[in-house]
């Protein structure tokens, strides 16, 4: 029993959990040309925020509301 409980302790600290793709939602508002849903990747501070995340291993989704609801 001790065996099988080693076994297993050591199969869960080298299991690989990097295969889950991390979210984050981010909620924001219309403000051309920073932040926008028509520009490419959202706009220049959506692209940097979303390459920032990226290289840390999540995925982010923006969803635009009226800035009194986004906050």
């Known amino acids: ?3 099988l409980s080693v076994i297993l302790l050591l199969w869960l600290c080298f299991f690989d959990h990097s295969e889950e793709q991390k979210r984050v939602k981010i909620t924001t508002g219309e403000y051309p040309p920073w932040s926008s849903n028509i520009y490419k990747h959202g706009g220049f ?3 940097v925020i979303s390459e920032s ?3 840390a291993g ?3 989704a923006y969803d ?3 800035w009194a ?3």
Do not use: G, L, Q, S
Request: net charge positive.
């Open 64 to 66: 635009y509301y009226p």
């Open 1 to 3: 029993m001790k065996r």
């Open 53 to 55: 995340f990226r290289r």
């Open 45 to 47: 501070i959506h692209h």
């Open 69 to 71: 609801r986004a906050y």
């Open 58 to 60: 999540y995925k982010v």
